[in-house]
């Protein structure tokens, strides 16, 4: 995410992080790197400047009242104005009447019913609720089917009206359908069109008119950069949105759009789309996002993410079974599955600090376990269960089954044992004092 303006940046704060002291002529020179940078991200060049200008005259002002180096003052600085660029705080869903109703708009391709599926499966898994979608876009009966197809998917029920040709009426449908069925949120999920468009302007606007949406999400593609900021200004004039959703930065987006959007609608970026999957969505924090850009990482999502995917009573499982010893192929099979699901690997390296930055030119292909899963299916049910079991002769069928060298296979096997010995040690505590007091 954003690699191209991250290295920018670095290169930038260069020409400080040698120097002793701020000076106007050193600031000068700095600002000017990062300007570029952020006109290379596509960034407006208004934000840009203004952002620069900002930037500058708090680096100068801060310099005599602290003792931090020069290059450490200005990534805070940097930090924070990023921050505050982006919206500053988290915005959240309001999500108090019930039924909540949640209007979708964008252009057609921008991921909207992508999105629609992500938020209600979001809304369902983290936040407890029962929503429902509803299939308004009457001109293309395949985004209807895509829906439905999401909705089976993630398990949330689609409310559809294929005979009508009526928006405003399937809207108002829905609503009155998740009333009678219990759902306390509607998702509604628009036509778009391939550009701005007067008709489908006026359609949402009747549309809104006649549901009142508590909330209206614009949705739109983090790669088209400025040409985002335009679409949002435009749909925004029109619909005063409550939010703006930037899909698909988890391709090589330059940023301009996650960079210019408050500034220039000022409207808060409220999710993010990192990939295809229903899991690929993210409550947009700007603080978070700033981290990331200046590549020192993003931890807490990190642990947030591990946090959705794993569960307690599971892990509570796992724990005795490490306890007495008996973690086995199956459970390390199924972790892998749990970490598959955090999203693309990349993408998680990316919220490590300082790895996201070593990381950047190396290709991590998202099937990176691929070899493992292979090796392991390869298993019996018993050598799963019972991997001291795995002796040269298994060893070999269990290369052939799953067309992996023997070395390969070799090297899993010892790196599990690896990994049983620590775990025992770890759920040792008389063991694990042993260790520690042997330590430097
Ligand atoms: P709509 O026309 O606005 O409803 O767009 P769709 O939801 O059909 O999405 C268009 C394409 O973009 C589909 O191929 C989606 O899989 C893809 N897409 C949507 N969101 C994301 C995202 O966050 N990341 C990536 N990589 N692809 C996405």
Not at 45 to 52: I, L
Request: charged share 25%.
């Amino acid at each position: 995410m954003f690699e191209n303006l991250s290295d920018k940046l670095d290169r930038a704060f260069k020409v400080l992080k040698g120097q002793g002291t701020i000076t106007e002529i050193n600031v000068a020179e700095t600002m000017k790197e990062i300007r570029k940078a952020l006109l290379d991200a596509d960034v407006n060049y208004k934000t840009a400047k203004s952002f620069t200008d900002d930037v500058k005259q708090k680096a100068l002002g801060a310099n005599v009242l602290t003792a931090v180096s020069p290059g450490q003052l200005l990534t805070k600085l940097m930090n924070d104005e990023l921050a505050a660029l982006m919206g500053g705080t988290t915005s959240e869903l309001t999500l108090t009447a019930s039924p909540t109703v949640i209007l979708i708009a964008g252009l057609n391709g921008a991921g909207k019913t992508t999105f629609t599926g992500k938020l209600a499966n979001f809304l369902k898994t983290q936040k407890n609720k029962k929503p429902l979608l509803v299939a308004d876009d009457i001109y293309r009966p395949a985004a209807i089917d895509q829906l439905e197809v999401l909705g089976e998917q993630i398990g949330v029920p689609v409310y559809t009206n294929r005979e009508s040709k009526d928006p405003i009426a399937i809207a108002k449908e829905g609503i009155a359908h998740a009333k009678q069925n219990g759902n306390n949120i509607v998702i509604i999920d628009t036509a778009g069109r391939l550009a701005i468009d007067e008709a489908m302007m006026v359609e949402i606007e009747q549309v809104k008119a006649a549901v009142n949406p508590h909330e209206i999400l614009f949705v739109v593609d983090s790669m088209t950069g400025q040409d985002a900021v335009n679409t949002a200004k435009v749909f925004n004039d029109r619909l005063d949105f409550t939010g703006v959703v930037l899909t698909k930065l988890d391709g090589d987006t330059r940023g301009g759009a996650a960079l210019s959007i408050k500034s220039v609608v000022n409207k808060p970026i409220k999710f993010i789309g990192t990939g295809e999957k229903m899991e690929a969505i993210d409550v947009f924090h700007p603080d978070r996002m700033a981290s990331r850009i200046l590549g020192m990482g993003d931890v807490v999502s990190l642990v947030e993410r591990a946090q959705m995917q794993f569960d307690e009573k599971e892990a509570a499982e796992l724990q005795k079974k490490i306890r007495k010893n008996k973690f086995d192929f199956n459970d390390f099979f199924n972790q892998i599955q749990q970490i598959k699901k955090m999203g693309n690997m990349k993408d998680l390296m990316g919220m490590i600090p300082g790895v996201g930055k070593m990381m950047k030119d190396v290709d991590v292909p998202d099937d990176a376990f691929k070899g493992i899963e292979a090796i392991i299916n390869s298993m019996t049910p018993a050598e799963k269960e019972n991997p001291d079991l795995i002796n040269p002769s298994r060893r070999n069928r269990i290369s052939k089954g799953s067309g992996r060298d023997i070395q390969e296979v070799n090297r899993l096997i010892k790196q599990f044992e690896d990994m049983r010995k620590v775990m025992k040690q770890m759920s040792n505590p008389a063991a694990m004092a042993a260790m520690m007091k042997r330590m430097p």
